[in-house]
């Protein structure tokens, strides 16, 4: 009985590795990034460097080490996505793919805030010193360059600002 059940739980570490190599991408860059967050939090920058450049190359997405976030930042279709080393993401941000978060010149160095629980959807552009405030959505490949007030949504090019329905 007893080497059956080693045997079984051989069988599940075998079958959890299987699962993470052959995960989605989705999977694969979330545990990335939970890693750099354990960089960070270790003050491991050279580690954190080398997983920023590695998401890079197998990824598209240009998450730099510099850049403020946490381990709840979500990563949907990761794949062209791009954050400035000045960004700040707030708990809980979901980008999906295509997105550019940065500067408006490349002589400022003045990078977007994001606040917590926000949305940012596909091709959307988010330059300059500005700040998106708690529980926006920004539509997709809406060009933001002014403040976004809380509970907002920004649609279109430039993006306009709509007040967010209450969900109840």
């Known amino acids: 009985m007893l080497a059956q059940e080693g045997e079984l739980v051989g069988f599940n ?9 052959f995960s989605t991408a989705d999977r694969r860059v979330y545990f990335y990034i939970k890693l750099m ?5 270790r003050k491991l920058k050279i580690l954190g460097t080398i997983l920023s450049r590695r998401l890079q190359r ?3 997405v240009f998450l730099p080490y510099e850049s403020k976030f946490d381990a709840s930042l979500n990563l949907v279709h990761p794949t062209s ?3 400035g080393s000045g960004v700040e993401l707030g ?13 408006s010149s490349a002589s400022i160095n003045a990078y977007p805030i ?3 629980n926000t949305i940012i959807y596909s091709g959307a552009v988010i330059l300059g010193s500005i700040e998106i405030g ?6 997709a490949n809406a060009v933001v360059t002014r403040d976004v007030p809380k509970n907002s949504i920004a649609v279109g090019v430039p993006a306009k600002f709509h007040p967010r329905k209450n969900d109840s």
């Open 13 to 21: 570490i075998l079958r959890s590795i299987y699962n993470f190599i």
């Open 37 to 41: 967050v354990l960089m960070k939090e």
């Open 58 to 60: 197998k990824y598209g």
């Open 81 to 83: 996505i791009i954050i």
């Open 91 to 103: 708990r809980n941000v979901t980008i999906y793919q295509n997105v550019t978060l940065g500067r």
């Open 114 to 116: 994001i606040g917590e």
């Open 134 to 139: 708690k529980n926006c959505i920004i539509g």
